[in-house]
């Protein structure tokens, strides 16, 4: 189960990186990325998924997910995003109302965005 959810977690960075643009152990990174070729920005990457899903393991073995605290403007979206982690977690089928709480949470960050508080 460990180098099938590395290999998943890794996948996910993967996919962050590539279609959101989101590279979480990016912020951690000291070297420029501008002077990088293509290959040695697709290298660095793959260093930061292995990175990332390495203690992304850890922190789920542990239990210990530090993910800061809630903004004021989404904080409705940050509770139903955890909850919906926490369906997730049990695996006792919680896939629908998963997907309903982070539906809500889109809803949520959308307004939030437009100032419909």
């Given amino acids: ?5 590395l290999r998943r977690f890794q996948e996910a960075y993967m996919n962050m ?14 070297n420029s990325e501008i002077d990088l070729s293509e290959e040695e920005l697709h290298q660095l990457i793959l260093k930061e998924a292995h990175e990332y899903a390495v203690r992304f393991l ?8 530090d993910i800061g605290c809630s903004n004021g403007a989404t904080n409705r979206a940050f509770v139903y995003i955890i909850e919906a982690a926490r369906v997730l977690c ?8 998963a997907i309903k709480l982070l539906k809500m949470a889109i ?4 307004s939030a965005k437009i100032g419909k508080l």
Avoid: H, N
């Fill in 107 to 110: 809803r949520d960050i959308e």
């Fill in 1 to 5: 189960m460990t180098e099938f959810s």
């Fill in 90 to 97: 049990c695996g006792l089928g919680g896939e629908e109302p």
């Fill in 17 to 30: 990186a590539e279609k959101v643009k989101y590279r979480p152990r990016a912020f951690f990174e000291e």
């Fill in 58 to 65: 850890q922190e789920e073995d542990e239990r210990t997910f």
